[in-house]
């Protein structure tokens, strides 16, 4: 039973024979179900009654065709009708731009005709179960998810395309099937067969007459038409009366026999006098005429036939250049080809499992295509083609490419996708003048570093590829940086709002890399790989979620000293004022080459056990942190000789301070250090102690064992005496003791012949003398002060010590050393002082404000090096022109039709270079197959075909043709006769002002290549002719800068008009001859390019 309630209408199952009445009656209905009856048509006016409707279901009915206002369903998103009788769907359909569903399975369609690209939200197509031989190559753009192709008896895609699953069959749409369009639409440009004007054309079957009178009729205007044009088009209507009727035929340049059912190629087709193109494609043809050897045949056409062999007469053709044999059943070609002097071979959909060994004799070729078939390896000696510039493998069964490939050095165009190769050809990265390159869904997971060298590649294309990352979103951002990241003659290089997940450690080849721009990313950590890259000066990551501690060096220090961060061969990292809890463990990169490590000014409250494997460090500066006492793990680094940790909270030194044997600095100020242990006195090489600032009361006897100390700072605590062991400390140059409580100083320390600073300021001595200054920079000054203290300290009254109690066996002088060099002492002593002043210079350091972080390099796109070699790729030898071509203005001369004029070497070849472009320069895929979710509307892999583009020497041959088509036949007067064009040229003079436009509109018939269509009448600049235009022309004086003689410039015109013979009374058309005007015209009958009265 109908169900109808709010937006919807069920009626399945019912065995309705019509749509009922209520559909119509329907509000706002937007879901309408009527599956599963025995409906045959829908009736007129009712989709645009129900324009809301969003789902639609009328499958499993009896169907036969659906009407053209289904197109007024905008809103329809889903749309069912498998299991109909329809034999094709309308072209209403493909207007349904909101549709994202198409079921059509299980119906008898046959073939897919419209603007289906603009079906930009197509998600799902069934149309399985039919009875299609052709998927269109529109379909391969839509932004499919699902397709649906089987139980289609003779669909003409390969099998080993249907294998290999959707993404094989969509690629396949996109580039072999777009290819085959292309030609054809090319082919399809001829002009209209002599006769035929205003009828409707031929294009398909259906078009056909079914009154065998009228296509014999038909048959009859077309040769007729080719006895004049020299092109024969037998599309649809090639009987076998047709082919009876071709000896009738004294020259034939063109022959188009397509779409015929023919299964043989006959002789009389194949031997046509002076045939130069032949176009039999789409027929059954299973053999072809034996012992022809066409003198003049430049471009065959033979694709998609029955063809499993061909003769090896063809093999003696001298200027056979183009074979189009796609989609056959060869297996291997006869010995004889290769022989021919072939530039262009299409041998794709075939049954080749090897590529045949006449292909490798062919020295000229140019372009091979072998697609599609079940090749298993390509032979080594394909690499003595090396005229190659194009290669399409793609769709085979290869595992691997023979090195010797490398020798193909002009290869410009590579196709291997949809071949197991599993890795990435080596041999692929040596040819080095590659400007496109296929490798879709070829099971690869790696790039390697020689991919670098393909410097001139345009495209690049790995679909499929299990890209680890950060490649992965390289390639889905552009794929051509998957090269510039491994290209070593960049010195700059922008990576910049990529999406980058992490660093591409793949930039550290990039030797010459002098400036990176990776800002607007998403890296969160850089990698040591970093800071291998030495050249590196410039670097921008702003804008990147940067943790610990990359964030706080690159805001205080800028990004460059990133690099040394993450050097791990730096022998200082500085990470001062960066605020850090703990040491980030990103620092053990560096265990085995830092040697000085700077982290004052942060928040450090120890230090980790794994800094011990720090084997080199020798300087560590802690200042300014939240300390309680030295981290244990200083005593296990080997090689420490100065610690700072000024400003910290220190309360006690460790009683094994004395195992820092190497140590030569302790900077510990501004702690709250009460005594030193007993062990310092093992410190022999200390040669600076600071410890001001803190809360000593005295100094143990033990320090004097310190024997290499230039500096001892003690200034700011409690002492209130010296011990007389400093007088051991005989190369002790700075002695700091201000600020304490001394009341007296030991005499010993007038001995010390190195010093020559002392501070004893703000003390308590009893001086005679308050004004008497106690610090003293020199040594006379020095030896002035002590004196003076060493005197006020004998009135020091008895019951306070003037020394400290002296352990005499501390106390006691150490054996005398062997006396050393003057020349040893004097280098002592220099390297003591500079130990000394860089330890102030580190403690400076720490104490410097927080400046503004340096801005980033702006600015840095990628450049290569100036010198860095380009490759090139060489061009044809001279010797690959298109022989054809020359062969046919050898023989063209002789034509009676053609007038006789000089420079025949401009004369182009009709139409063969619009079949020339079609094979060799395609036009990019249809821009209606967009990705919606791209917002510059590309598609979202753009398979631009690069791969029919790029090989430059047939394209440009046949886009000069094309430039200066020069048509002879529209060139010479059309009441000339034959022969006679040229004969008594005439000057060209201004024509006289035409009285305007024809009364009737005249037939319009398609211009030869290159010819543009011009209105009556001629633009404003072309006037009148002068009153002496007569004389002129009787004269035979042609006027100044006129065109040549016998012909009036006349310029291209606007679009939408057609040349049109002949012009009305007073109008002057190009190329009619001058002086006189063109007198006025009998009632003309056009006969291909001649005209008659």
């Avoid at 291997?332 to 004799?361: C, H, R, W, Y």
């Avoid at 005295?698 to 605590?717: E, F, K, M, T, Y």
């Avoid at 001394?742 to 308050?770: H, I, W």
């Avoid at 063969?912 to 917002?935: F, H, L, Q, Y």
Wanted: net charge neutral.
């Amino acid at each position: 039973m109908a169900e109808s309630k709010d937006g919807e209408f069920v009626a399945t199952g019912e065995k309705l024979s019509s749509v009922p009445d209520k559909v119509a009656e329907s509000k706002n209905l937007r879901r309408l179900d009527l599956s599963d009856n025995e409906i045959t048509a829908i009736p007129a006016g009712l989709f645009p009654k129900i324009q809301g409707i969003v789902k639609l279901h009328l499958g499993s009915n009896s169907l036969s065709f659906l009407p053209e206002d289904l197109g007024s369903l905008q809103s329809l998103q889903y749309l069912n009708v498998e299991k109909n009788k329809l034999m094709a769907l309308p072209s209403a359909v493909w207007t349904l731009l909101a549709l994202q569903e198409l079921h059509a399975g299980h119906n008898q369609i046959t073939e897919l005709k419209g603007d289906i690209f603009n079906l930009t939200n197509l998600k799902v197509l069934d149309i399985s179960h039919n009875n299609i031989e052709i998927v269109p190559a529109d379909v391969g753009w839509l932004p499919l998810s699902e397709l649906k192709l089987e139980g289609n008896p003779n669909l003409r895609i390969p099998k080993i395309v249907m294998e290999r699953g959707f993404r094989a069959i969509m690629s396949y749409l996109q580039v072999i099937c777009e290819q085959h369009r292309l030609v054809e639409q090319h082919l399809d440009k001829f002009a209209t067969p002599p006769g035929e004007t205003g009828a409707a054309p031929i294009t398909t079957r259906e078009d056909v007459p079914k009154d065998p009178k009228e296509v014999a009729a038909i048959v009859g205007k077309r040769i007729e038409g080719a006895a004049s044009t020299g092109v024969l088009d037998l599309r649809y209507v090639g009987t076998s009366d047709a082919v009876e009727r071709l000896a009738e035929l004294s020259v034939a340049y063109v022959a188009d026999v397509r779409h015929n059912g023919w299964t043989s190629m006959p002789k009389s087709v194949l031997g046509l006098p002076q045939l130069v193109v032949l176009n039999a494609s789409d027929n059954h043809i299973a053999e072809v005429a034996e012992d022809v050897q066409p003198g003049h045949l430049g471009v065959l056409n033979l694709s998609f036939n029955n063809l499993s062999k061909l003769p090896s007469a063809l093999g003696g053709s001298p200027v056979l250049q183009q074979m189009y044999l796609a989609n056959n059943f060869l297996t291997d070609l006869p010995p004889s080809f290769a022989k021919l002097p072939m530039v262009d071979l299409f041998l794709s959909e075939n049954q080749f499992t090897t590529i045949p060994k006449a292909v490798m004799g062919m020295s000229q070729l140019a372009k091979l295509s072998i697609a599609c078939c079940r090749l298993r390896e390509v032979p080594a000696e394909l690499a003595s083609v090396t005229t190659l510039r194009f290669l399409d493998i793609s769709f085979n069964e290869l595992t691997t490419l023979p090195p010797s490939l490398s020798q193909l050095s002009g290869l410009n165009a590579l196709n291997v996708s949809f071949n197991p190769l599993k890795v990435f050809p080596k041999v692929v990265a040596s040819l080095v003048n590659l400007l496109e390159l296929n490798l879709d869904y070829t099971d690869m997971s790696e790039v390697p570093p020689e991919v670098g060298n393909l410097r001139r590649l345009e495209g690049l294309q790995i679909e499929g590829a299990a890209l680890p990352s950060p490649l992965d979103v390289l390639y889905a951002a552009n794929p051509l940086l998957l090269v510039q990241i491994h290209n070593t003659s960049l010195t700059s290089l922008d990576l910049s709002g990529l999406g980058l997940p992490c660093f591409p450690k793949q930039l550290t080849r990039l030797s010459g890399l002098t400036a990176l721009n990776l800002a607007k990313n998403k890296i969160a950590e850089l990698p040591p790989e970093l800071g291998q890259m030495s050249g590196l000066t410039a670097l921008n990551v702003t804008g990147n979620p940067l943790r610990t501690p990359f964030k706080e060096v690159a805001e205080v220090y800028g990004d460059a000293a990133l690099i040394d961060l993450c050097n791990a061969k730096a022998d200082k990292v500085d990470l001062t004022n960066c605020g850090l809890q703990q040491l980030p463990e990103e620092m053990k990169i560096h265990a085995r080459a830092l040697q000085q490590l700077k982290l004052a000014n942060n928040k450090l409250s120890g230090l980790p056990p794994w800094l011990s494997t720090f084997s080199e460090l020798n300087t560590l500066v802690l200042d300014n942190n939240g300390l309680s006492e030295l981290p244990e793990v200083m005593l296990q680094l080997p090689k420490i000789a100065i610690i700072m940790a000024s400003n910290n909270a220190i309360k006690a030194l460790p009683e094994n301070l004395g195992s820092y044997v190497h140590l030569q600095a302790l900077v510990l100020q501004g702690n709250k250090i009460a005594a030193l242990p007993a062990s310092v006195g093992r410190l022999s090489e200390l040669k600076a102690l600071s410890l001001a600032s803190n809360k000593l009361v005295q100094l143990p006897d033990i320090i004097g064992a310190c024997v290499s100390l230039r500096l001892l700072d003690v200034s700011n605590n409690q002492l209130r005496s010296l011990p007389r062991a400093l007088g051991r400390l005989t190369r002790l140059k700075t002695l700091k003791a201000a600020s304490n409580q001394l009341r007296t100083v030991p005499q010993d320390l007038l001995g010390l012949p190195a010093l020559s600073e002392v501070f004893f300021a703000s003390n308590q001595f009893q001086l005679k003398d308050p004004r008497v200054e106690l610090n003293a920079s020199t040594p006379a000054g020095v030896k002035a002060v002590l004196t003076v203290l060493v005197e006020a300290s004998k009135s020091v009254p008895s019951d306070e010590p003037r020394t400290s109690t002296v352990n005499p066996t501390a106390a006691a002088a150490p054996p005398k050393a062997a006396e050393k060099p003057a020349a040893e002492k004097q280098d002592e002593t220099k390297a003591a002082d500079q130990l000394v002043a860089a330890v102030g210079a580190l403690h400076q350091d720490a104490q410097r404000p927080v400046t503004p972080r340096p801005p980033a390099p702006e600015n840095i796109t990628t450049q290569e090096h100036p010198d860095a070699p380009k490759p090139e790729a060489p061009h044809l030898a001279d010797n690959s022109k298109w022989l054809y071509i020359q062969k046919h203005l050898d023989t063209i001369a002789q034509d009676p039709l053609r007038p006789k004029k000089s420079g025949w070497d401009s004369i182009p070849l009709m139409h063969v270079p619009r079949i020339i472009a079609a094979i060799s320069n395609p036009p990019p895929p249809p821009a209606a197959a967009a990705d919606p979710e791209k917002p510059n509307g590309m598609p979202k892999r753009p398979q631009t075909l690069h791969r029919f583009k790029r090989v430059v020497e047939q394209s440009n041959m046949a886009m000069q043709l094309l430039n200066r088509v020069n048509d002879a036949l529209q060139q010479r007067p059309n009441n000339a006769a034959p022969g006679a064009a040229a004969s008594s040229p005439s000057p060209v003079v201004t024509p006289p002002q035409p009285v305007g436009p024809p009364a009737q509109p005249m037939p319009m018939y398609m211009p030869p290549p290159g010819y543009y269509p011009y209105p009556y009448p001629p633009p404003p600049a072309y006037g009148p002719p002068p009153a002496d235009a007569a004389a002129a022309g009787a004269s035979g004086a042609a006027l100044p800068g006129a065109p040549p003689p016998g012909y009036y410039a006349y310029p291209p015109p606007p679009p939408g008009y057609y040349p049109y013979p002949p012009p009305p009374p007073g109008a002057y058309p190009y190329p009619y001859p001058y002086p006189q005007p063109q007198a006025p015209a009998q009632p003309t009958k056009k006969i291909g390019n001649k005209l008659k009265k």
